[in-house]
Every structure is written in structure tokens, then in C-alpha cells.
């Protein structure tokens, strides 16, 4: 049995992924320019805002453009396309069950996210979801984003559980990275926007969550007709 089930947010429980990037998107091409490629995008994946290494939207509207807009307009434009889709975000297939199958057999439940807590508490806290965790642990205050472990190692000292004993869910390879860096098991579940990344450092690949299963030591469900893809 896991001591602990932790996991990522963004993508894995909500698809929020794919409404970020289709605001920017159809942001871009109002302004007449190509969008950012899916490919490229994706190896933001996972990682916090502040990251010296995530793409900025804002500085390639305006490198391709050649003059900067009001960045003040651009959010406001950008913000209410994505809020819209956000809206219209159902809570991903898997997700209640093993949350229910966690609660059956007494496996602690966190979540861990390079995601502010806020942005956390706005979506699952509607939801009716926020209290199913038993901790939540989130970039920020000193505490790195992923592919760094911090949030993972924060989120399973939180629920007092051994992190080579546990399992994280994941649907970025840098969220892979950071359970992984943590000593975790982790399986990826990558969304349709980063289906074509590299998870290989996964113990395992599975297309959702209704995949998994805790009653496992693999924590992969037993055979059906389902297929388990390789990492």
C-alpha cells in the first residue's frame, strides 16, 4: 500500500493546460501574428510562472509584431477567452474514483503544483474539491516550482508520508522530473497538449486516471481492456 497519493493540478485534475493556450492562441492571431507552436509551448509544461525559462507570451507578441502593445489590453483580452473556457471545464475522467478509492483505504491524499495556491483554491474550492486534500503544496514563498522536488518533498512531509512509498500523478515531463527527484513512483497521464513530449523518465505512461489504481503496487490498474502504453 502507498503511504501517500499526490497530485499535480494543472492538466491532470482540471485540463486548465489547454484553455491557457488556446486564450494565447486566439490572442496572437488578433493581432496578426502565428501563434506559438503546440510543441513549443508544451515544454513550459509544469513549470511556475516566475521560471527564467518559461516562455513569455508577452515579449514574442511583440518581438513579432515589432512594437509592444499595452500589455494591460493583451492580458484583458487574453484573460477573458480563457476564463471562458475555464468555465466550461469538467473535473477529469479517474479523478473522483481514486480520490474515493484513496479515502476506502486510508492513503493520504496532497497535491502538489508549481501552480499559486490561489489559482487552487479557485478551481476546486467550486468544486466542492479542496477538502478531498489533505495538504496542498505549491510554488512560491521560497519554495521552487517543478521539475525541482520541493513541492513534492513539502506535500509528503505535510501528510507525513515517506516519498519512496508513494505515488505521484503527473501530466508534464517536468512534473515527472520533480517526483521523480523526490524518489517517488510516478505515472504521467500528459493531456492531449503534451502527448507528443518525451515521458520516458515516467515508471509509467497511462492515458487517464480511470488507469490507475491504488489497490496495485504498480499503481496501474490490472489488466481489461484498457492498454497500458510504455513510458
Known sequence: MFDAVVFD???????????????WRQT???????????????????????????????????????????DADVQA????????????????AGVIALLDEADE????VALASSSPVEWIEEHLGPRDLLHRFAAVSCAGGGLPGKPEPAVYLAACAAVDADPG?????????????AAKAAGMRCIAVPTTLGSNLDFSHADARVRSLCDVSLRSTTGLSPADDRRIDAP
Open 165 to 177: 512509498r508513494s505515488l505521484a500523478l503527473e501530466d508534464s515531463p517536468n512534473g515527472v522530473a
Open 77 to 92: 483580452r487574453r484573460r477573458a477567452h480563457r476564463d471562458a473556457l475555464l468555465r466550461e471545464l469538467d473535473v477529469q
Open 28 to 70: 496572437f492571431e488578433h493581432y496578426g501574428v502565428e501563434p506559438i507552436p503546440i510543441d513549443e509551448w508544451a515544454q513550459s509544461l509544469g513549470r511556475a510562472d516566475d521560471d527564467p525559462l518559461i516562455l513569455n507570451p508577452l515579449d514574442r507578441l511583440a518581438d513579432a509584431r515589432g512594437r509592444r502593445e499595452s
Open 9 to 23: 493540478f494543472d492538466g491532470l485534475i482540471l485540463d486548465t493546460e489547454t484553455p491557457l493556450y488556446e486564450a
Open 105 to 108: 483505504m486510508g492513503i493520504a
